[in-house]
């Protein structure tokens, strides 16, 4: 029995957990429908936001917003924001093509919007593809040296990386360091 419990516990463990933070930013493309390819590792130098995204999401969409007010405002300090959507609808298209939905999401996006998969964006964050409990807009904050700083929980949301007033203040403090 209490071999049982213990796998349980171990694989229950193994679910909640995410890649460390700090650690390295691993490469990432993104991939815009009009073809523009941007990597990760072209960003350096910039504090990087990632945006993972469903298109439909009214939460994603109201969470676009805030970033592109902060991109206009904080871009020329060295900000840079990125969306990346991994929904369905978007997984089943050519990414290299006019992805419609991804051209209707640019609506609330004045960054660039690429198109991945779920297989990555769950590999990037370190969540298994066993749990089941995490939720969009999943959120990446990259400091200038290249270092994953912060990044959404696999379950229970990260209001601290998708409102306003908190994620301004992070940003705030990443783009005074050199």
Not at 32 to 38: A, K, L, T
Request: with cysteine.
């Amino acid at each position: 029995m209490r071999i049982i419990i213990s796998l349980f516990l171990a694989l229950a463990m193994l679910i909640q957990a995410a890649a460390p933070v700090p650690r390295k930013a691993a490469e990432l493309k993104v991939l815009e429908p009009s073809g523009n390819q941007i990597l990760m590792s072209s960003l350096k130098g910039k504090v990087v936001v990632v945006q993972f995204l469903f298109t439909w999401c009214p939460h994603c969409q109201n969470t676009a917003k805030v970033l592109s007010k902060l991109q206009n405002e904080l871009g020329p300090k060295g900000l840079q924001v990125v969306g990346l959507a991994f929904n369905d609808e978007v997984q089943t298209k050519d990414a290299g093509k006019n992805n419609g939905e991804v051209l209707k999401f640019k609506e609330y996006a004045s960054f660039p919007v690429g198109i991945t998969t779920r297989d990555v964006v769950l590999n990037y964050l370190g969540f298994s593809v066993l749990d089941k409990s995490w939720g969009v807009p999943l959120m990446l904050i990259v400091d200038r040296k290249g270092m994953v700083v912060a990044q959404s929980k696999a379950a229970g949301g990260s209001p601290e990386l998708q409102e306003e007033a908190p994620l301004r203040a992070t940003l705030t403090k990443l783009l005074r360091e050199k």
